[in-house]
């Protein structure tokens, strides 16, 4: 599939306006069915959406090709599977193949190694050790999961990775998992492959957790930001030592799985002569009041959590700075756009995560515009008709679109008599800056990259744009497409390109505009990336690069 063939990311127009402005986008329905539901996504470099459920839901309404079964006598519902868990969605010809998982990938996690391979960590019962690879391979080829039986060193089941700068992971938490590791297991640490992580003890609400998939970030230190409930830290994890405890975010409220909210880590700017500073900042929004989760499970559901707090990390007193959202929100997703705006999408406005523990779907996304002053930063959006509750994903695609799955807040596959029945459909949000209005404005990349590209290099792109070109709102974006589920998308990470200058060249239309690649893994760990032109807020088409 050639990168020119579908367009990418997303990108908002910013309007001035109050938190209660209303925005547009459309929705489209993709398919009535892919057959599971889509409870984990990744973009790969081909373009296609590996996605996946769990195995002990039971039938899937998928059937395996040419009669191939899953035989597997530790199965807690069915020993004999002939249905799929694992679709291959293929975003250009909106179409998806059935893939083939042996033991249970429920509620696991994941990154992409620098070569494009996804690496799947975790789940549960007899898949709670197991660590499974896809490599996307030719149109025309088969390629599936392969599975390694017992490769971590301790269960993980909600657990949250990170890609590092040599190109591994690290694997954080996970349920009455107070630690970390390594994957592979090249250990940093050298003689023992798991470490003790006090901060999860800490953060532990006993009856309710409220620290699982914690947020995590990798730091332009070096270091990982790291929230878990209602607290953070920076931690060295080469040393296992926390180098930064930061205050607690106001009022206290929890915003981690069950009262599950999002976090994002906002654009990092590499500005023009001073590339080696880089600020960070992170954004955490919505949640669940504390005791939330127990009076759910009693059927009493307290309305979520309206607000967002936004820390500048690499502040030497950093402190938290609070917004309001036009609504409460828990179980919502937050998307990284190629402008820097997030978007905010799914979920309920009351309960928590759990089987049934919410109410209230919430249907209209909610766009975040980063660089626009507090008080005027929340734009809503034009609503779905799909409630997208507990198990639902959202992630970003080449095209400007955002493709929405899933939601099954039941234990298994239920399609009648409950209040929100196992939604196997997959639609696409468009946000406004895809409308034809703004054509004129978008940029056309026309530079072919090398293969590879290295840290500090000096970068062309040659793209075209009908309107009068406005220099000081032209940038570069380099996205890298996250691994999204239960509500975070771990991996994600916008970086602006450092810019140092911008030719007209070949006529009126077409120009260039040099920048610099990142000039370090620490700021960009190794792999692929989906590379912008922005201009006045509207993205060109994306092309994928890899870095290494």
Wanted: aromatic letters at 10%; proline letters at 7%; hydrophobic letters at 40%.
């Amino acid at each position: 599939m050639g990168t020119g063939s579908i367009s990418v990311l997303i990108l908002l127009v910013l309007v001035g306006g109050d938190t209660a402005l209303s925005g547009g986008g459309e929705w489209q329905l993709l398919q009535k069915s892919i057959g599971i539901v889509g409870m984990h996504m990744q973009l790969l470099q081909n373009d296609h959406i590996v996605i996946y459920d769990r195995t002990d839901f039971g039938l899937s309404n998928l059937s395996l090709p040419n009669n191939r079964c899953r035989h597997n006598q530790r199965e807690m519902v069915v020993t004999i599977d002939c249905t799929a868990h694992s679709v291959e969605y293929d975003v250009v010809s909106n179409t998806f193949r059935p893939l083939f998982v042996q033991t249970d990938v429920w509620c696991s996690s994941g990154s992409v190694s620098p070569n494009g391979t996804l690496v799947q960590t975790g789940g549960f019962n007899d898949g709670d050790r197991a660590v499974r690879t896809f490599s996307p391979c030719s149109p025309n080829a088969t390629c599936d999961w392969i599975e390694f039986p017992g490769q971590l060193s301790v269960r993980r089941w909600y657990a949250t990775n990170q890609k590092l700068p040599d190109g591994g992971q690290i694997v954080i938490g996970g349920r009455r998992q107070f630690n970390y590791e390594f994957y592979p297991n090249n250990d940093l640490l050298a003689t023992q492959h798991i470490h003790s992580l006090p901060f999860l003890v800490q953060t532990n609400d006993i009856g309710a957790e409220n620290n699982l998939y914690p947020f995590v970030f990798l730091n332009v230190d070096g270091n990982l930001f790291i929230f878990a409930n209602n607290k953070s830290i920076l931690f060295n994890y080469a040393k296992n030592v926390v180098v930064k405890t930061y205050p607690d975010i106001p009022n206290g409220d929890p915003r981690c799985y069950p009262s599950t909210g999002s976090a994002v880590m906002l654009p990092l700017k590499m500005l023009q002569g001073n590339n080696s500073y880089v600020e960070a900042e992170v954004l955490v929004c919505g949640g669940a009041p504390k005791n939330s989760f127990k009076y759910a499970r009693a059927g009493r559901f307290f309305g979520a959590l309206n607000t967002c707090g936004r820390i500048k990390i690499t502040d030497p007193n950093p402190k938290w700075v609070m917004e309001t959202m036009p609504k409460g929100r828990v179980m919502s997703d937050m998307i990284m756009l190629p402008n820097g705006n997030v978007l905010i999408i799914n979920g309920a406005g009351s309960g928590t995560a759990g089987w049934g523990y919410a109410r209230d779907p919430i249907l209209n996304p909610f766009l975040y515009k980063t660089d626009n002053p507090i008080g005027s930063r929340f734009e809503v959006q034009n609503p779905t008709t799909i409630p997208r509750m507990y198990h639902s994903t959202a992630i970003l695609v080449r095209d400007g679109r955002v493709i929405v799955a899933g939601s099954n807040p039941n234990k298994y596959y239920n399609f009648t008599n409950v209040l929100f029945f196992t939604d196997l459909r997959v639609e696409a949000f468009s946000p406004s800056y895809l409308e034809p209005a703004f054509d004129h404005l978008r940029p056309r990349i026309m530079s072919q990259f090398q293969d590879q590209l290295i840290y500090g290099q000096m970068l062309r792109v040659q793209f075209q744009v009908e309107a009068m070109l406005a220099q000081d709102l032209l940038y570069v974006t380099m996205l890298a497409p996250p691994f999204n589920t239960h509500s975070f998308s771990m991996n994600q990470r916008l970086l602006v390109l450092e810019k140092i200058n911008v030719t007209k060249v070949f006529g009126a239309s077409t120009y260039e505009i040099e920048v610099t690649t990142p000039k370090s893994p620490i700021l960009a760990p190794p792999g692929f990336y989906i590379i912008f032109v922005v201009h006045q807020q509207i993205p060109s088409e994306g092309i994928w690069v890899q870095i290494l």
